[in-house]
């Protein structure tokens, strides 16, 4: 990557779209030698630049990106009827209004910043001056995270150790107002944690250069699953749904996930499951987000571009599973929604398929999506919310949120 003054020059974004505040940037703006300036304002009469800059890009319309005169990929609009838009915008409202509980795994997403020095005399390594570190949610945290910035009542259930990360990740949500009194605090054991280090010169975009993991030796005990269970009955009745993030390290399973829906009664509840390793354990729950990849791993094939393959096997996990529906995320081919007796729905991504960072994007779409079923959503709308909160956030660098405003925005213009 290039200065990251340079950035915004050197590549822009052809649409039928609003800047940042809602106002149109004009026609034909300024052109960096090479693009095809011209070429362009024939092709897309009426269309508007939009200069590439660090954050969040809010697109309508058909669009075109171009960088040093090279197209990179051509959208398609998200098409939202005005009775789709009315009923997605109704749920949206009514955010507010719902609390949810997420069980699941805490992660801790460390971020060490560093200036780069000079090449070591001890290794072809780069030193790195630390300038800052922030500690942000990661895993199931991050899924709550997003919940509470898109408006809902957010009840946390999950294990921290009694480590620094721990503390960050307590102070953090008991600072935004999301309980924390739920969550089961460990003493000796560490708070899984993720630390990426990116170095970069003066004034250039920070890059990363290694990850390093800090995990538990093994998975949380039985014990703990069960304690953190009792803790979400205590609560269950006057919650609109349940979600359940998996990421492996043992905060719950299937079979604690099936206790819950047996012994909470009245009516019907509910209850999202992001499993990366264990899908296929969980049963009769409401739905599922698994990625391509983990519909793969769950059969031991390989989908790649064959829709067939995955519509076969996306109605077998269905069916199988005793799911009420299954959304399955495919990067930058979208969303496709399996429902019973019903044929597949695909839903094409949202805004632009070269993502500036995709970290913990899948956390962002079931918390959209577990809270738009809580608010009364169907779950073709849900996934419609769903899909839009997944495509704003990988605008967006790091492990990140969306706002109900900013969704709400984006389903406005689309």
Known sequence: MGRSGEHSSQAVIL?????????????????????PGSSLATELR???????????????????????????????RMKINAQDRTALLGIIERFPRQRI???GDLVADEYVYGEIARVSREAPVLILKQREKQVTPGGGANAANNLAELGARVSLAG???DDEAGDALLRYFQQRGVSTRHVVRLTGCPTPT????LGALSHWQPQQIVRVDREPAQRWSREIRRRLTRRVLSQARHASALLVSDYGYGATDAREVEYIIRHRGSGPWPVAVDSRYDLWTFKNVTTATPNEPEVEAAFGRTIGHDLGRLHDLGRKLLRRQGFQALLVTRGRDGMVLFEPRRPPRHLPIFGSDQALDVTGAGDTVIAAYTLALGAGGSFLHAAMIANCAGGLVVMKRGTATVTAAEIKEAIRNA
């Open 15 to 35: 649409s039928e779209a609003k800047s940042d505040f809602g106002t149109p940037m004009g026609s034909i703006g300024p052109q960096k030698s090479g693009n």
């Open 46 to 76: 009426g269309s508007f630049v939009v200069p590439i800059r660090s954050g969040l890009l809010r697109m309508t319309g058909r669009w075109v990106v171009y960088r040093y005169g090279k197209v990179l990929h051509r959208g398609h």
């Open 101 to 103: 509980i997420m069980l």
């Open 159 to 161: 294990v921290v150790g």
């Open 194 to 197: 993720k630390s990426r280090i």
